[in-house]
């Protein structure tokens, strides 16, 4: 059962916009939708919000520690209310997927994130859920950290905004842990292809 939402990303304005902090639009949007505020929480090192659905308590968190250290966050909010590894639902930017596609899996490598990575590490556990959130990848290796620091072009975040209203709309089945169900929503649902231009056009 779900109990802590994490959305990565970095904090202050000047990243606000960037692909890296995919996570942190997502947690936003699941507060927006139940009706909630995340609030700053010194002891746990970033944004938090705490709410009930179906009469649990359900976490939300924004590391607010930049994204490399994520798992400092994550793991002091996790140690103190108990919350185990399964019980993580990590959100984050996804270079191996282009914008609008989003997958669920659970546990795995950190495949160089390195909010991922620092969350393994503070955990001691890969076992947590993911949710990767597509951002697609500049073609060049030498260019990742120029392009997660950048904003999407226009019609990459309507994609992006597309999918994260999928994400927002699987989270009764995360919660319920109905996985296969959640799956089925965020996997099968991918963004539109462009249409081809009308012949009038493509003849102009």
Request: aromatic share 6%; glycine share 10%; net charge positive.
């Amino acid at each position: 059962m779900i109990k802590l939402l994490v959305g990565l990303g970095n904090p202050g304005p000047e990243y606000e916009d960037t692909r890296h902090n995919a996570g942190f639009w997502w947690v936003d949007a699941i507060a927006r939708e139940l009706k909630t505020q995340l609030q700053p929480e010194r002891g746990y090192f970033g944004n938090v919000a705490r709410t009930t659905v179906g009469g649990r308590p359900l976490w939300l968190l924004e590391p607010m520690t930049y994204m490399n250290r994520s798992g400092q966050a994550v793991a002091a909010l996790a140690r103190f209310f108990k919350i185990a590894p399964d019980e993580i639902l990590v959100a984050h930017d996804e270079l191996d997927l282009p914008p609008g596609e989003l997958k669920l899996k659970k546990g795995g490598g950190h495949a160089g994130h390195n909010g991922l990575r620092d969350i393994h590490a503070q955990l001691g556990s890969s076992d947590y859920w993911r949710l990767r959130i597509g951002i697609g990848h500049p073609g060049d290796k030498s260019e990742v950290a120029n392009w997660v620091l950048k904003k999407p072009a226009p019609d990459q975040r309507e994609a992006l905004s597309r999918a994260l209203e999928r994400a927002v709309r699987a989270l009764p089945d995360l919660l319920e842990d109905r996985m296969d169900k959640a799956t089925a929503l965020l996997h099968t649902s991918k963004p539109p292809r462009p249409k081809p231009p009308k012949p009038s056009e493509a003849n102009n």
